[in-house]
């Protein structure tokens, strides 16, 4: 009886001191609403989380006289004041508590605690700071889809990537391989304050986009790296080329040739055929599948052999230009050739050696004949201008002497003997 009487009392006074607790933030709440104070000496922090993850807000009092602090929820019911929790909301928590700082925990936030939290300073006048708690919804998994499966090199294609249920709205990106492409987004906000976003991206496909990746990119600030991606299937005209399987090098007469056409497309080519530009394949040539075989050739055959190749999509072509040339010689002659070669060799100078004795010898011969017939021709120069001037005793005499002198220069006489 008298423990029961006990736990009375002392539940009694724990009911007393709340009471005067409520009482005491009752009326510091009637006198803190009329003159609220923003000061700097009271610090808090705006606060981004994810939605079921924890929030922390924490009010720190820079200089405190031991004034009391407490912490107000945006419809301003007191979380805490001081260290003791009047609300009852079990997610809340209390981390730390001292005369600078009362710092509390809210677990499992969801978007109905989203708002301005307030932190009051008990002075005259009573101080305030606010925390700004944002709740950030992450998108649901982006779903793509194309206009089409298939697409036919050339042509337009369509690809758009949804994320809904997100706060804030999210932004997309694409990629094509490892190339960034701009596409068209849309934004819808829904009734419980999320957005839908849709993107549309178009671009024309060639071949070399078949089985490249496009990646649709979502980015939001609750996640990383969320996308979802589409492989192309893109269907293009066959692709030619031609193969000389034999003979390697230089085409002969009497030799055999073959051709292999190589045709890939998508899808695989249908028909392979051959055909010969501007005149008919020869009669006797023998077409195996993509596989073109002609024996013993001739010139006659000169030409552009053409393997055409089609599929669903369309039809391309590749040339083979034949140019035979003249036969080789035979073997035996080959063989005889190389080895008449040392004595024909042998042969051909021995001939020029005589040539050239030859044609030293006479010019030898030229030389001499010239040198004797100048020597026999050679003879003195007179001019007989003064004839009696070799007589002459001296100078005056000769030219006194002197036939003609100088009056009867027009009788000069020249011999050459």
């Not at 009392?9 to 609403?33: D, K, P, Q």
């Not at 820079?62 to 001081?82: A, E, G, M």
């Not at 987004?185 to 178009?202: G, H, N, P, Q």
Request: proline content about 4%; charged content about 25%; overall charge negative.
């Amino acid at each position: 009886m008298k423990q029961v009487s006990n736990m009375a009392n002392t539940s009694n006074g724990s009911l007393a001191t709340l009471l005067i607790l409520f009482t005491v933030s009752a009326a510091i709440h009637t006198g803190a609403a009329q003159f609220p104070v923003q000061s700097q000496n009271l610090i808090s922090d705006n606060i981004s989380v994810v939605e079921g993850e924890t929030a922390t807000i924490s009010c720190r009092v820079k200089n405190n006289d031991d004034s009391v602090i407490q912490l107000l929820n945006p419809n301003r019911q007191t979380i805490y004041f001081k260290d003791v929790r009047p609300l009852k909301d079990a997610r809340f928590q209390l981390v730390n508590f001292s005369d600078n700082e009362l710092r509390v925990s809210l677990s499992n936030v969801s978007l109905s605690d989203e708002g301005r939290y307030v932190c009051q300073l008990y002075t005259d006048p009573p101080q305030e700071a606010y925390a700004d708690i944002s709740v950030l919804i992450p998108p649901g998994n982006p779903i793509i889809e194309s206009r089409e499966d298939i697409v036919r090199e050339g042509n337009e294609t369509e690809i758009t990537c949804t994320s809904m249920g997100s706060k804030p709205a999210a932004t997309i990106k694409w990629m094509k391989g490892d190339k960034e492409l701009q596409g068209k987004s849309k934004v819808e906000a829904t009734y419980d304050r999320m957005f839908t976003v849709t993107s549309w991206l178009r671009f024309t496909v060639t071949k070399e986009d078949d089985g490249v990746p496009v990646v649709c990119i979502v980015d939001h600030p609750a996640v990383k790296d969320f996308q979802a991606q589409k492989y192309l299937e893109v269907q293009y005209k066959p692709e030619v080329t031609i193969k000389v399987e034999f003979p390697q090098g230089l085409i002969r007469e009497g030799e055999n040739l073959e051709l292999t056409c190589q045709a890939k497309g998508k899808p695989q080519p249908h028909q392979v055929n051959w055909v010969r530009v501007d005149d008919d394949v020869p009669s006797h040539a023998v077409i195996t599948g993509s596989d073109l075989f002609i024996e013993n050739l001739n010139k006659s055959y000169n030409g552009t052999y053409r393997c055409v190749a089609s599929n669903s999509v369309g039809e391309t072509y590749a040339d083979y230009i034949l140019y035979v040339r003249d036969a080789a010689p035979s073997t035996e002659a080959a063989a005889h050739d190389s080895q008449a070669g040392p004595e024909a060799q042998r042969l051909d100078h021995a001939v020029i050696g005589g040539v050239v004795a030859v044609v030293v010898f006479a010019m030898l011969c030229l030389l001499i004949v010239l040198g004797r017939y100048f020597a026999r021709h050679k003879g003195t120069y007179f001019t007989h201008e003064a004839k009696g001037a070799d007589d002459a005793a001296d100078a005056d005499t000769a030219i006194i002497n002197a036939e003609g002198g100088h009056n009867n220069s027009d009788e000069k006489k020249e011999y050459y003997i």
